[in-house]
Nanobody
Framework: QVQLVESGGGLVQAGGSLRLSCAAS????????IGWFRQAPGKEREFVAA????????YYPDSVKGRFTISRDNAKSTVYLQMNSLKPEDTAVYYC??????????????????WGQGTQVTVSS
């Protein structure tokens, strides 16, 4: 069973950058696609990026495309989310999770029963 822990959040000014990390425990990490999600206060959780088990496929919704980049290092059992050109509307708690499908564009279409503690990203204007 894979357990995931998010880190790297913080306070940044609009236009700045942050890199989030999703560290996994468990020997089967490299078998799974990983998605990043976020939830702002009073809003539903939003799917923001996903990467296939090999790293060969990625997906971003329009809201972050061109600004966010997801990558993974299977040797370190870690997935990263590089966030550039941050906007105040990117403020949220960011979570990672194991995708329930191999189709990374559909990673956000599923319900997930368990979420970690997430990492807070705050973008000031």
């Amino acid at each position: 069973q894979v357990q995931l822990v998010e880190s790297g959040g913080g306070l940044v000014q609009a236009g700045g950058s942050l890199r989030l990390s999703c560290a996994a425990s468990g020997r089967t990490f490299s078998r799974y696609g990983i998605g990043w999600f976020r939830q702002a206060p009073g809003k539903e959780r939003e799917f923001v990026a996903a990467i296939s088990w090999s790293g060969g496929s990625t997906y971003y919704p329009d809201s972050v495309k061109g600004r966010f980049t997801i990558s993974r290092d299977n040797a370190k059992s870690t997935v990263y989310l590089q966030m550039n050109s941050l906007k105040p509307e990117d403020t949220a708690v960011y979570y990672c999770n194991r995708c329930r499908t191999e189709v990374v564009s559909r990673c956000g279409a599923y319900e997930y029963d368990y979420w970690g503690q997430g990492t807070q990203v705050t973008v000031s204007s």
